[in-house]
């Protein structure tokens, strides 16, 4: 399966953004697809996660009540709706999947979009 990940930009905390993940070439129904950040220095991070059957979701307690993961069925899509936006969630962030269970870890994804840079100025 290939990921494009897109709509990272630059904004002021307390803002808002949404990136999209578009997927191709796989039955996707049975794929997890995950959202992951990296900051500079620092280790691969697991944002959030949604099966694409069904659509149920997973989140790290950094993000959870402001981050929001969907999937879109008919565009093959995946989107992250970041809300209330804070510097600390300046980082580079990838869509990623795996076929099977939902799991948090980097490595047990087999699959990574390109990445797309948010940054959060205070």
């Known amino acids: 399966v290939q990921l494009q990940a897109s709509g990272g930009g630059l904004v002021q905390a307390g803002d808002s953004l949404r990136l999209s993940c578009a997927a191709s070439?796989?039955?996707?129904?049975?794929?997890?697809m995950g959202w992951f950040r990296q900051a500079p220095g620092k280790e691969r991070e697991f944002i959030a996660a949604?099966?694409?059957?069904?659509?149920?979701?997973d989140y790290a307690d950094s993000v959870k009540g402001r981050f929001t993961s969907s999937r879109d069925n008919a565009k093959n899509t995946v989107s992250l709706q970041m809300n209330s936006l804070k510097p600390e969630d300046t980082a580079i962030y990838y869509c990623?999947?795996?076929?099977?269970?939902?799991?948090?870890?980097?490595?047990?994804?087999?699959?990574w979009g390109q990445g797309t840079q948010v940054t959060v100025s205070s």
């Open positions: 949604v099966r694409w059957r069904g659509g149920s979701t």
């Open positions: 990623a999947a795996r076929v099977g269970i939902l799991l948090s870890k980097s490595s047990d994804y087999d699959y």
């Open positions: 070439g796989g039955n996707l129904s049975r794929y997890v």
